[in-house]
């Protein structure tokens, strides 16, 4: 589920967007889903989308967990350059408890250029932005974990900084660092993440991703089994492979073909019927793949019913 990919233009009406998503997150509660995230952006990042509502990802996250009861919330992933770190540390931990332990802290260095233009954020480097995510996540674990957080960074500075109250979760919320950069990032999850998470990739990227990674936190002394392995990953699910064409010619951009998008979808490899998608996620378990978050098209409480019946009950 994410609050930004619901298709109410014709209505134009940000109200019954949010009662949808309200629906959507009560329901995958009650049916047992691990967790749900929403994406961390200020606009759509399709073209065809950019007029499109899409809701602040806190304050959609804030509203969520006092609707549910036990799944778990998250982002996917936050924009490090959005927010002061020893203030997103201060947010998460708030949603923590307001959420009795079951809040998340999905991250990344930030990729969206014309979003940040657009914002009046400064849009610096690749590698500086890395190096901000670098300085964040130490001062982040160490406003939710010491008494009072001092820094001096090259980006960032704290002195004495109390973050009160101390999430609920020991030591503390799991971070999850999102990104692709192999050269850099990873050294930044090797260094800082309990798990980590890649946007939309195949199963070899996957494999040879988790093989760099493991090789830093070896430089690093650090065991690699500390670190968990996730992917989002697009779905479309039907009973019938008759139905598929019809809901993806729905959804695909209008200059792209069936094939060119179903290649933008990682090859359709979670696109079809139950028994095609648990051959799918199966190629991701076997490189060590535990957690996915899925990005789930013609969503509705029926979907959330069957993908929990016949793939997660099934795995």
């Known amino acids: ?3 930004g990919d619901l298709d109410l233009e014709k209505e ?15 329901s995958a509660d009650k049916i047992g889903f691990d967790s749900l995230y929403a994406y961390d952006h200020l606009i759509p990042f399709f073209k065809d989308d950019i007029h499109k509502n899409i809701f602040e990802c806190f304050i959609l996250l804030s509203a969520t967990a006092t609707i549910t009861k036990s799944i778990k919330i998250g982002q996917v992933v936050t924009c490090n350059s959005y927010r002061n770190p020893a203030l ?10 307001i959420s009795n332990g079951r809040m998340e802290l999905g991250i990344g260095a930030g990729w969206y250029e014309k979003e940040y233009l657009a914002y009046g954020y400064d849009y610096s ?8 995510l670098d300085e964040s996540l130490s001062i982040i674990r160490d406003m939710w974990t010491k008494k009072s957080a001092s820094f001096e960074g090259h980006y ?9 109250p101390k999430p609920v979760q020991k030591p503390h919320p799991t971070i999850m660092v999102g990104g692709s950069g ?9 260094k800082h993440a309990d798990r980590y998470n890649i946007f939309f990739g195949t199963p070899d990227e996957i494999k040879r991703k988790i093989t760099i990674l493991k090789d830093h936190c070896r430089n690093i002394g650090r065991d690699h089994k500390d670190i968990q392995y996730s992917v989002v990953l697009p779905c479309i699910i039907t009973e019938s492979e008759e139905d598929i064409s ?9 200059d792209k073909t069936v094939k060119q998008y179903l290649d933008f979808l990682v090859g359709g490899i979670t696109i079809g019927t139950p028994e095609k998608i648990v051959n799918g996620l199966n190629q991701y378990i076997e490189h060590g793949v535990s957690h996915f978050i899925i990005q789930f098209k013609d969503l509705n409480n029926s979907i959330l019913k069957l993908f929990k019946s016949q793939i997660i009950n099934k795995l």
């Open 125 to 132: 480097s690749h590698l500086e932005r890395i190096n901000q």
């Open 12 to 26: 134009n009406n940000a109200i019954k967007q949010f009662e949808f998503s309200k629906s959507i997150v009560i």
């Open 246 to 254: 019809q809901i993806v010619a729905r959804y695909k951009r209008r």
């Open 88 to 97: 997103l540390a201060k947010m998460v931990s708030t949603l923590d408890v």
């Open 182 to 190: 192999e050269k850099y990032l990873l050294k930044v999850v090797a």
């Open 1 to 3: 589920w994410r609050g």
């Open 156 to 164: 960032y500075n704290l002195k004495d900084a109390v973050c009160n």
